[in-house]
């Protein structure tokens, strides 16, 4: 059974930071491109960050670049999220998803697994 379990989220200040673990298991973690997703209430779903895994080379939204980083511990089948400098505007539920092959998108209808999500709150 395919399963992503996200963590790690929690209330923080603006300015503040957080790091969302993502475990996943039940597939070959390295055969799959891995996404950090967040949707706000009332808002769609929206890509945030992802790690393909044709090139392992990182992306990001223009909303996070610069504040986020992805990255991903192999034997532990884990994908982070560090986030620094937090603003209200952060304030949503994080996920992480999972496609197989090395698929570069922030799409979220492309990805296959979906973890539970984590609240993220960043208050002014």
């Known amino acids: 059974e395919v399963t992503l379990v996200e963590s790690g989220g929690g209330l923080v200040q603006a300015g503040g930071s957080l790091r969302l673990s993502c475990a996943a298991s039940g597939f070959i973690f390295e055969d799959y491109s891995i996404g950090w997703f967040r949707q706000a209430p009332g808002k769609e779903r929206e890509g945030v960050s992802w790690l393909s895994t044709s090139d392992f080379n990182t992306y990001y939204a223009d909303s996070v670049k610069g504040r986020f980083t992805i990255s991903s511990d192999y034997p532990k089948n884990t994908v982070y999220l560090q986030m620094n400098s937090l603003k209200p505007e952060d304030t949503a539920v994080y996920y992480c998803?999972?496609?197989?092959?090395?698929?570069?998108?922030?799409?979220?209808?492309?990805?296959?697994?979906w973890g539970q999500g984590t609240q993220v709150t960043v208050s002014s």
């Open positions: 998803a999972a496609v197989w092959g090395p698929v570069v998108t922030s799409l979220p209808r492309e990805y296959h697994y």
